[in-house]
């Protein structure tokens, strides 16, 4: 059976780690040839080595790019255009969550600046440079390829919901994520490019691992979910590979939450969860 992304070119940031290398594996798995960007160059060119090991019938290429700086943010959606011949799916999912981002009265503007330049402009110009991508897509039939394509942006379920644990960068900079992707999504919509937001809740990944470094601050936020649990990176890149794959062909502005329930909760269930979470890729 041809994979879901078959014959397909993706471009993920933040591949190096969490939700980005996952989703890279996955959607290597499912037949797409992967760009995989981050600042970390190792951590994509790790995430490329195990696709390469793994998929002998794709392509992966690991490239070094700051998503705050355009010109790095154009050169990697020109080398996946130069090395493929076109790009179906951009996953804008490179973010930081600052060790000293906190209230409106403790958070320093450099910290707030650092936060929107990384994860709100960062998204802007790989929506940019994406777009101009696909408008060039050339369309085989036989290949399931076409025009368009589908731009996905890491946003999070605290622009959903309030946290009493603020961080209001952070929570600032994924509210402006949506705002972004649901205009986009509007202004492109008959030209074949569906842009959709990705709302991960509380994930068990270094991100928010290195945050809640006591079991104090993890039962803080337990006690909200819905599941008894975090969420794991695996299941976020099942969602990706939805919104990215022709199956989410009607999808399109979306606040796609992927939280266990935690943007729809009041009060939530006693006991221990009943399933385990699905395994990683890595
Ligand atoms: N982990 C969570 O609980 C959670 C919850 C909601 C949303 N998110 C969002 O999901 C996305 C992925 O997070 P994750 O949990 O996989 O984190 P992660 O820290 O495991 O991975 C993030 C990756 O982004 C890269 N990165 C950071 N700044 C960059 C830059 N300027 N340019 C290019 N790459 C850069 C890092 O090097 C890292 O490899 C982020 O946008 C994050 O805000 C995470």
């Not at 402009?121 to 036989?142: F, H, S």
């Not at 509210?175 to 492109?188: K, S």
């Not at 909760?265 to 006693?270: D, E, G, S």
Request: with cysteine; charged share 20%; hydrophobic share 45%.
């Amino acid at each position: 059976m041809p994979g879901r992304l078959q014959n397909k070119v993706a471009l993920v940031t933040g591949a190096g780690s969490g939700i980005g290398l996952e989703s890279s594996v996955l959607f290597a798995g499912e037949g797409a040839n992967v760009v995989l960007v981050d600042v970390n160059l190792e951590g994509a060119q790790n995430g490329a080595k195990i696709i390469v090991e793994r998929f002998p019938n794709v392509k992966a290429i690991a490239t070094r790019a700051d998503v705050s700086k355009e010109a790095d943010v154009k050169a990697a959606v020109d080398l996946a255009v130069k090395e493929f011949g076109r790009l179906d799916v951009m996953f804008n999912n490179a973010g930081i969550m600052h060790p000293e981002d906190d209230n409106a009265l403790n958070t320093e503007e450099r910290i707030w600046d650092l936060t929107m330049q990384i994860n709100l402009k960062g998204v802007w110009w790989g929506c940019k440079y994406a777009i101009l991508a696909m408008r060039q897509n050339p369309t085989d039939e036989r290949k399931g390829l076409h025009t368009g394509g589908s731009i996905i942006n890491t946003a999070s379920f605290v622009a959903l919901v309030g946290a009493a644990t603020p961080q209001l960068a952070y929570t600032a900079s994924k509210g402006g994520v949506l705002a972004m992707t649901r205009e986009l999504a509007m202004v492109h919509a008959r030209e074949g490019i569906r842009i959709n937001s990705l709302c991960p809740g509380p994930l068990k990944t270094p991100l928010l691992m290195d945050f809640l470094n006591t079991e104090e601050k993890r039962q803080r936020r337990l006690v909200h979910l819905p599941m008894g649990r975090f969420g794991e990176a695996v299941e976020l890149a099942k969602a990706a590979l939805f919104l990215a794959s022709d199956d989410s062909s009607y999808v399109t502005g979306a606040d796609f939450a992927v939280d266990g329930g935690l943007s729809k909760a009041y009060v939530t269930p006693i006991g221990e969860p009943a399933l385990a979470p699905p395994p990683s890729l890595i």
